[in-house]
């Protein structure tokens, strides 16, 4: 949709990313309000597709190994710690990691970030901040 062709710069990847690799999980959509969709939470009028599970790590850590630093959004609904826990090697690869993500659906995500190797940047809006591994300049 945005003019990159598959192999380029963009890759699309039909999966869902989280903690595990190769397991099969549910992604509840809402038609209501399409972008509180995911697999944290379900009602009985979601729509429910099952999908391939992967990790960050597995997915992309290849890719990262060439990057100077990596930035990264994650914004899945409630499942943002099962989605760093599975990007640990991106984390520790050494590279600079600049991370938004979208804490207040899951306020643990907060306790987790301040015990994970990323250090606090700043907060912009109510519904993200910012976070590093790169060193302080």
């Given at each position: 949709m945005n003019g990159h062709e598959e192999g380029g710069r963009v890759k699309l990847f039909n999966c869902a990313v989280g903690q595990q690799v190769d397991e099969r999980v549910q992604i509840f959509f809402d038609p209501t309000a399409p972008g509180s969709s995911g697999a944290a939470h379900s009602n009985a009028t979601n729509k429910q597709i099952e999908v391939e599970g992967q990790t960050l790590d597995k997915l992309v850590f290849d890719q990262v190994e060439t990057c100077d630093d990596v930035i990264m959004k994650?914004?899945?609904?409630?499942?943002?710690?099962?989605?760093?826990?599975?990007?640990?090697?991106?984390?520790?690869s050494g590279r600079g990691v600049y991370l938004m993500i979208e804490d207040f659906v899951e306020p643990a995500i907060l306790t987790?970030?301040?015990?994970?190797?990323?250090?606090?940047?700043?907060?912009?809006?109510?519904y993200n901040s910012w976070w590093t591994t790169a060193p302080e300049t």
């Open positions: 994650i914004d899945v609904e409630g499942m943002e710690i099962a989605v760093l826990k599975g990007a640990e090697r991106i984390l520790a987790y970030l301040e015990s994970s190797p990323l250090r606090f940047l700043a907060k912009r809006t109510d």
